[in-house]
């Protein structure tokens, strides 16, 4: 049966008041059955605004499955060869979704709740206030109970009464929420009382300042997760470039091999395992750095061999296999970008503040880099192969002569910086779209990053991206993006040129013959 018992039932008057009629009068129903809040009420609005209510004549009937429902009784009904759709215009349902928030500010879920006044926040007038005081009465969450009171006091801003616009103004100042900074622009414009005026402004600039904190730790974040994603793509350049001197242009297209393979392994989950998809993405990490890894070894054995020491024909050779390997994801998968989905566990985010929410794909692909980099420097430190990758870079005719296969060394070493992009890749599918151009959006900034933190050097890597990212994002949001990516590269040619090795300088000494 349609519905579900409650103490207080709705009726049928209620049920025609609120779909049929003039919108002032039906949004006048909704505010009263708000207010008394039954299961029955919540359904029937819930149909509502899901367009599956019907009338005809004076009667109304909910759709379900087809079939017409009673929306007093819950049981079924014959529908009516006349019965109409009931409309409803966007205010209209702006004040269904409001309503429907409304009710959930008694839920027994904390997280619902919250919501709840979240959405009333934005939508917030005196017609509410009897809802806003009823869940007040009965709120013991103290976080939730103070939103509640800022939500009470905006209501208040409309009052008539004078003495209660002046207290509402005092108790927004705490409100760190861009909903209440346009409210209170919108009752400025509006407010005839100087006093109240006063007051309402004095509000104004405490909310600016809680705002403009919120976006300056908003650009500190972004600018660490901008340089996060340049760290883990400049990882695998510090070995074929910083550490073996290759100039691969093709390290973007090893990125983008690794998306693909993410990509791939999301449509055989969806296909044979739909019940452990949201685990698709932990199968995703090996399979991107094996792909990536492998074309990296296949490259390296084919084609770089032949060009070490010759950096030219390097970077003319692995341009073209650039461009080889794009034209080859557009045949196989098209020239169309794919999506590539977040698991549900990577979803939403953690709010922080009223204008500052930390998207949980981002947090996560943060430490996600921070990982490879430890991994990546317990390797090339602690490690026999990290070992002779140093020895072989380091002086390649000594470690030859003390045994080292050095041919072998180098396609490791290739293929462990093609495996990091092709990591790289993967975290870029969750944040992005994956199409055949991915790599090139990030091949440039990523060689900058190499060149400022000083060639073969993983500390100056890592102070290098993330200073990077930090220093862009903050000139992005006062200049734009286009003129934030030409500042932060005239900086670096700044840099390099009055500090030629970088960030960190290679220790060491040599001997020219």
Not at 321 to 341: W, Y
Not at 404 to 428: E, P
Not at 449 to 467: H, K, R, S, W
Not at 505 to 513: D, P, Q, T, Y
Request: glycine content about 10%; overall charge neutral.
């Amino acid at each position: 049966m349609w519905g579900a018992t409650a103490s207080h039932a709705l009726t049928a008057d209620e049920a025609k008041a609120i779909a049929i009629g003039e919108a002032d009068a039906r949004i006048e129903a909704l505010t009263k059955a708000v207010i008394a809040g039954d299961d029955k009420t919540a359904a029937f609005i819930k149909a509502l605004s899901e367009d599956a209510v019907k009338s005809s004549g004076d009667k109304v009937f909910v759709i379900q499955d087809g079939k017409g429902f009673d929306p007093v009784t819950g049981a079924e009904v014959a529908l009516p060869a006349d019965a109409e759709d009931v409309i409803s215009n966007n205010r209209m349902r702006g004040e269904l979704d409001t309503a429907l928030a409304g009710l959930k500010l008694f839920s027994k879920d904390d997280k619902l709740r919250a919501e709840a006044v979240a959405i009333l926040q934005k939508d917030a007038d005196e017609s509410k206030l009897p809802l806003i005081e009823k869940a007040l009465a009965t709120e013991q969450n103290p976080a939730i109970k103070a939103q509640l009171e800022l939500v009470r006091a905006a209501a208040l801003l409309a009052s008539s009464d004078k003495a209660k616009r002046l207290d509402a103004a005092r108790v927004l100042t705490s409100s760190r929420s861009p909903a209440t900074k346009t409210l209170l622009l919108e009752r400025i414009a509006a407010e005839t009382e100087p006093d109240v005026k006063a007051a309402l402004a004095a509000s104004l600039r405490e909310v600016d300042a809680g705002l403009a904190w919120g976006d300056r730790f908003g650009a500190i974040f972004s600018g660490i997760s901008l340089g996060s994603i340049l760290l883990l793509v400049a990882l695998g350049l510090a070995i074929t470039y910083g550490l073996m001197g290759v100039i691969n242009m093709a390290h973007g297209e090893l990125m983008m091999i690794g998306a693909y393979a993410t990509y791939v392994v999301q449509g055989l989950f969806r296909q044979y395992a739909p019940g452990a998809f949201d685990w698709y993405l932990v199968a995703a990490v090996p399979v991107s750095f094996a792909a990536a890894a492998a074309m990296g070894a296949i490259l390296e054995r084919g084609v770089i061999r032949f060009l070490y020491g010759r950096p030219l024909e390097t970077l003319l050779a692995t341009w073209g296999i650039s461009l080889m390997l794009m034209q080859l994801v557009r045949s196989v998968f098209g020239a169309q970008n794919v999506g590539v989905e977040n698991p549900s566990w990577m979803s939403g985010g953690v709010v922080v503040m009223g204008n500052l929410q930390l998207p949980w794909n981002r947090i996560i692909i943060i430490g996600f880099a921070f990982a490879v980099l430890l991994g990546m420097g317990f390797l090339i430190s602690r490690t026999r192969l990290g070992l002779f990758v140093r020895g072989v870079t380091q002086n390649r005719p000594i470690a030859s002569c003390m045994g080292v296969n050095t041919a072998r060394v180098d396609t490791y070493a290739f293929a462990l910086g093609s495996g990091i992009a092709g990591l790289a890749g993967c975290a870029l599918s969750q944040i992005g779209n994956v199409g055949p151009d991915l790599g090139q959006a990030y091949i440039v900034d990523s060689f900058m990053v190499v060149v400022l933190g000083g060639v073969g050097q993983l500390a100056g890597t890592v102070y290098a991206a993330l200073g990077l990212g930090i220093l862009n994002k903050f000139i992005e949001g006062w200049a734009g993006a286009v003129l934030a990516k030409i500042a932060v590269l005239v900086l670096i040619v700044v840099f390099i040129q009055k500090r030629p090795q970088g960030l960190f300088a290679v220790k060491g000494r040599s001997a020219e013959a």
